[in-house]
Structure formats: structure tokens, C-alpha cells
Nanobody, 128 residues
Framework: QVQLVESGGGLVQAGYSLRLSCVAS????????MGWFRQAPGKEREFVAA????????YYADSVKGRFTISRDNAKNTAYLQMDSLKPEDTAVYYC?????????????????????WGQGTQVTVSS
């Protein structure tokens, strides 16, 4: 069982920044692609960003492209989501997720079903 723990959420004003972290209890962290999803009250969990096992490929939802940056440090078993120019519509619980290598298509990175492990989530609230 791979455990994922998110941190870094909080309350910020629109236009400010926040960095989320996801620490994995797995010494072979590079075996996994990592993704970030978010879920607002009453809405389905939606894709935010993903990064391949090596960090060489990054994918973003159109709603966050140019504002958010996903990265990873395999030596620290940690994935990050740098969130700049935050908007009220970014308010949600943010979840990190891990997927085993072998994803067949790029589009699979955007699907919840692709991921094998999920964190508990961290709340991000952006005030107007």
C-alpha cells in the first residue's frame, strides 16, 4: 500500500500563491506517475495536473495552464503543485494521486480511473 499525504493548503486572497506538497511512503517513488485532482462541493473530482515518472512530461487542465506548475523530487519522494495567480474558482479540496508506470495513452493521465492510490486531500480556499 502506497500512502500519500498532502499539505500546503490554506486560505489565500485571489492573485496570491500557494504550493502544495505530496509525500509518498514509497522508496521507489519514480515507479509512479503523479497527478493532482480537485473537488469542489457538489462537483465531481476533476483533473488539474500530472507529471510523468521522470518529470519529463507535464500535463495541465486548460483552466490552470499558465498558472499552475507540477513538479517532483524523486529523491524526496515528493510531488508539488505550485499555484500562482489563484482565482476564487480554484477553491476545492486538492488530492494527489499515484499511478503505476505503463499508462497506455496520454489521455489516460486525465482520468481518475488511471490512478491507483489517493491522498486524503488538502483544502484550498481562495477569497475574492
Amino acid at each position: 500500500q502506497v500512502q500519500l499525504v498532502e499539505s500546503g493548503g490554506g486560505l489565500v486572497q485571489a492573485g496570491y500563491s500557494l504550493r502544495l506538497s505530496c509525500v509518498a511512503s514509497e522508496h521507489t517513488f519514480s515507479n509512479y506517475h503523479m497527478g493532482w485532482f480537485r473537488q469542489a462541493p457538489g462537483k465531481e473530482r476533476e483533473f488539474v495536473a500530472a507529471v510523468s515518472w521522470s518529470g519529463g512530461s507535464q500535463y495541465y487542465a486548460d483552466s490552470v495552464k499558465g498558472r499552475f506548475t507540477i513538479s517532483r523530487d524523486n529523491a524526496k519522494n515528493t510531488a508539488y503543485l505550485q499555484m500562482d495567480s489563484l482565482k476564487p474558482e480554484d477553491t476545492a479540496v486538492y488530492y494527489c494521486a499515484a499511478a503505476k508506470r505503463g499508462i497506455p495513452t496520454v489521455s489516460a493521465f486525465f482520468q481518475r480511473e488511471t490512478y491507483d492510490y489517493w491522498g486524503q486531500g488538502t483544502q484550498v480556499t481562495v477569497s475574492s
